[in-house]
Structures are given as structure tokens and as C-alpha cells.
């Protein structure tokens, strides 16, 4: 699934869970040019646009991001407490 699709399903499946956007707090990583680093084709950068303008035409803030450059990114989300951590190649975990 691309932003443009996979944000409103995501979306409409908390809505069905019981989520109230208001209390959501919204954090985005991703949209890295890994195969084209040429950066010919902008997957990554239009994904990252997509997001952008789905969010703000749903007045959706981002509380926090870590997109784009040319890294791939391993995100874990803690349910117990909400916390999201990125850790870049080669780097080490960081709380987003």
C-alpha cells in the first residue's frame, strides 16, 4: 500500500476500533529513496507529500517524524506505552 491508500484504511480502522483523533498523537517515519538513489523516480519523497497533504486536508498534526534521506529504518512501537523507536542502518535506537 502507498500513503495515498494505506493512511485512510489505517485511519478508518482505528475510527471502527474506537480511536478519537483528537487524543491521537501521530508519529510518521519512512519515504527513504533506497532503491533509487539516483532519486530519479521520488517514491519516497511523493509517499512523503501524500502523507503530508492527507494529514493537513484532515487537520492531522504530526507530533514527530524521521523521513526521507537514503536509510532504511526499523520502527518498533511499545503499546504499553506508546513510545515509537527508530533505529537508521547502522545506527542506534532512538526515541522519535
Avoid at 22 to 27: G, L, P, S, T
Avoid at 39 to 61: C, D, H, P, T
Wanted: proline fraction near 2%; charged fraction near 30%; charge should be positive.
Amino acid at each position: 500500500m502507498f500513503a495515498d491508500t494505506g493512511i485512510p484504511l489505517l485511519f478508518k480502522s482505528c475510527y471502527r476500533l474506537g480511536a478519537d483523533k483528537k487524543r491521537m498523537i501521530v508519529k510518521v517515519a519512512g519515504g527513504a529513496s533506497i532503491l533509487d538513489e539516483s532519486n530519479f523516480f521520488r517514491i519516497g519523497q511523493k509517499n512523503i507529500m501524500a502523507m503530508r497533504k492527507l494529514f493537513w486536508s484532515n487537520n492531522v498534526l504530526i507530533d514527530a517524524e524521521d523521513t526521507g534521506k537514503n536509510v532504511n529504518r526499523t520502527v518498533r512501537l511499545d503499546m504499553s506505552t506508546g513510545k515509537v523507536t527508530i533505529k537508521r542502518s547502522g545506527g542506534r535506537p532512538e526515541e522519535l
